[in-house]
């Protein structure tokens, strides 16, 4: 077992690789009560075009499939792995992102149990066409409540238009018409393909000994059985440079305009640092931009064009890249207009290396202050390690970035390839 102390942020962690692939991170914090686990395979929503573990024939699967899956792993031989952690006085949940699925837990005792019940109904498949159909009705209406949230819509909505192939473009849950279109084998050579212990990784942090926790899950896994497992072949996706749909305005039943213009971003760095500066940069201009001491949003703010509502920011993954502004406004077309000028005159920006300095010790202390949530670093460290990056080390990240590293990033706001979404009132 790897024993690795970070010293800017006084945390240790300790990593190891079971024979089967699996990698396993720790991070003790002795001081604390609670415990988190989180089991997480590097597969998401947009993973619908791939070749199945033991075929040769790249397949396309409905959307929402990596969903539909989350929902069935809680189905075990004996019962529901929700009611198992219950049982421990411990809860437990999942998510599925564009680019990951993920199971935890959260407890206060009987941390080993849990570990091991988090490893054991992941690394099985209980999943039966009967429970599928079951299933369908839930998710269904799951769906349908999304349909109706506004907010969920003008995300959305918005990523949607910048793209034409990308399957980023739809819901993670997907649609009624493509969830109606799986079923138990096809969600069975899914798991086979992308829930290998080699595609996956474990994060525990919190109340225990890493010596006992490790000693558990390598036992755990030494009594399971795994095949080597070749590399994933992902299908690639041809993707134009140009948005979908420049703009677009949808009614729904609010009270306020809601305004989201986005801005795709074509080139994706294939190197892992050229892409976390990139990403560091962007988070660094929004803060000078739209912080709440900066001028310009005090400016807006002061001619009634923007409230608390709203927000900025870059969202880049594994093939993708787009930077988001949002928010809810009595002067929606004055607004729009804004943000449009704004990434028109962005080439021009000047960098004030004053505030740039000051808001990289803001972003530093706020990653500082996120090492006390268990939920947060796990979450922080599953995200970024999918990525090829060490979260441990993105202080010393931020604090090498530069003037020029920001400069580099002006050109990407390119209104040629932005794109507004506007929700509306309906009007009777």
Partial sequence: ?????????????????????????????????KTYGLFTTNFGSIDTTFVPINETEMITVPDGVAHYLE????????GDASNEFAKLGASSNAFTSNTRTAYLFSTTSHEKACVNLLLDFVQECNVTQESVEKERGIIGQEI????????????????????????????????????????????????????HPSNMMLFVAGHFDADEIMEEIRNNQARKHFSPMPPIIRGTINEPAQVDVKSEVKMMDVTVDKVAVNIKINDTPKDTHAKLKRELAFTLLTDMLFSKSSSLREEWSNQGLINDSFSAGLTQERDYAFYSMSCDSDHSDKLRNKLHELIRNMKDYQIDEEVLERVKKKNIGILIQAFNSLETVANM??????????????IDEINAITASDI??????????????????????
């Fill in 71 to 78: 929902h069935k792993m809680f189905d075990m031989d004996d």
């Fill in 144 to 195: 349908g409540m999304y349909d109706d949230n506004p907010d969920w819509q003008s995300y959305f909505g918005g990523v949607h238009n910048l793209y034409h192939n990308h399957p980023v473009r739809i819901d993670i849950a997907g649609t009624v018409e493509s969830i109606a279109k799986i079923d138990a084998p096809l969600l069975h050579r899914i798991y086979n393909t992308f829930y």
């Fill in 407 to 428: 400069e580099a990033i002006l050109p990407l706001f390119n209104d040629e390839y932005s794109a507004d979404y506007t929700i509306v009132p309906i009007r009777k």
């Fill in 1 to 33: 077992m790897e024993k690795i102390y970070y010293q800017t942020i006084k945390e240790t962690l300790y990593h190891e690789v079971m024979a089967n692939g699996l990698q396993v991170y720790l991070m003790p914090k002795p001081d604390f009560t």
């Fill in 381 to 394: 460290f599953s995200r970024y390690y999918f990525e090829g990056i060490n979260a441990f080390t993105l």
